[in-house]
DNA sequence: CCGAAAACGATGCAACCGCATCGGATAGTA
DNA sequence: TACTATCCGATGCGGTTGCATCGTTTTCGG
């Protein structure tokens, strides 16, 4: 068999493998959304994946191998989403919601980014990963605000970061209402945009 | 004996409870600080304690019972340490500095109200508590937002309380510095002074 | 077509979990 | 001093955990 062959076999392994892992990666955040970050055994990542305990070993060497991929693996569909759409700055508003999940839609997200955010707190490994899709975040919203013409636009992207990133936790623990949180959002974006 | 001597013995041994319940919820917040929520174990609570398993199992009748507590006592420490000082309109900041518990001696209480925070996403016990100290939070920082003489206090009062705690999560996961969120937090409140 | 290699699912294993139970130590009462 | 009720710490128990190991099946290169 020629080498080109080989390598189309060896890419096809490795795309089946890939997408192994991230039907895994869904499950884990299935469950972490359900009963949190504890709720997430290989056991039952397995079963809700539809593969056998086996599979799960054999694709993550180890449970924090594959928690850092499923981490990974939410992450980058998160942060796509943000940076989706064009980046005008009346996108600003659809940014910023998106960051903080206030759609009910993306109230599962929301759990399963805040029980990794908790384990990050403990877990330098994940707290790499999540650094690291925080500062891309960040990139995204710095050139956003200082299309308004702001003054200090990261740390008016930063505040921003960390305002939705808290209403966010607000809500989930039943503090405040989605819209309370999104009239809060929106007051401030207001502010922003008139002080630009 | 008198009836009043029954009194004080039963106080007194009602005393002695409620302090080993302290000393319990302590070395939970201890673990949780250094593990996350996943390292909180009966064994390692008592060891931790200085105390055996079945006092804790005395105690409270089951570990969410006990985990319970220790967010009471946790929230109850850090509410009247910011209620501590006079509620001056000259307060606001050092409120906000210790809600936001940038300090680096608060360092552990916010990994301790992260995990607690993470795991109150999936119980409705834990959050009812945490929404409770929100609340009375909230109250406090109304106040002193609205001696400014801004409009919409409440809103204003709850974006901050956001804006910190997004804040003190960047800084757990190492996103951000302590001295960045600072100058985030002291530019917010500038702003809001100006505003009033 | 065949032999090596990889993938597979089932099962085993030691450690740990929360909780229940137990006999003995202790303290309060008459 | 006896009696009793409470407290105490140790141990047991069923269940679950993450991980290792097994024989078997499938896949792929020659």
């Not at 890939?18 to 997430?40: F, N, P, T, Y």
């Not at 397995?46 to 990974?72: H, I, N, P, W």
């Not at 330098?124 to 990963?129: I, R």
Request: net charge neutral.
């Amino acid at each position: 068999m020629q080498p080109h062959r080989i390598l189309e076999v060896t890419l096809s392994r490795a795309t089946d493998r890939q997408q192994k892992r991230r039907r895994i990666a869904e499950a884990v955040c299935l469950l972490a959304d359900e009963h949190g970050m504890d709720g997430v055994t290989l056991r039952d990542v397995a079963a809700r994946a539809g593969v056998s305990m086996g599979a799960v070993q054999r694709c993550f060497g180890t449970k924090d191998e594959m928690l850092l991929f499923a981490l990974g693996h939410i992450s980058e569909r998160v942060t796509e989403r943000i940076a989706g759409g064009s980046t005008n700055a009346g996108d600003l508003t659809r940014v910023a919601a998106e960051i903080a999940l206030l759609d009910p839609a993306y109230q599962h997200e929301a759990r399963v980014w805040l029980a990794f955010v908790a384990r990050a707190a403990v877990s330098p490994l994940l707290a790499d990963v999540l650094r690291r899709n925080y500062e891309l975040v960040e990139v995204m919203l710095e050139r956003l605000v200082s299309a308004l013409g702001v003054t200090d636009a990261r740390g008016q992207a930063r505040a921003l970061l960390a305002l939705a990133d808290g209403l966010t936790t607000h809500v989930l623990v039943g503090y405040l209402t989605r819209d309370v949180a999104a009239d809060i959002l929106k007051s401030h974006l207001d502010r922003l945009t008139r002080m630009g």
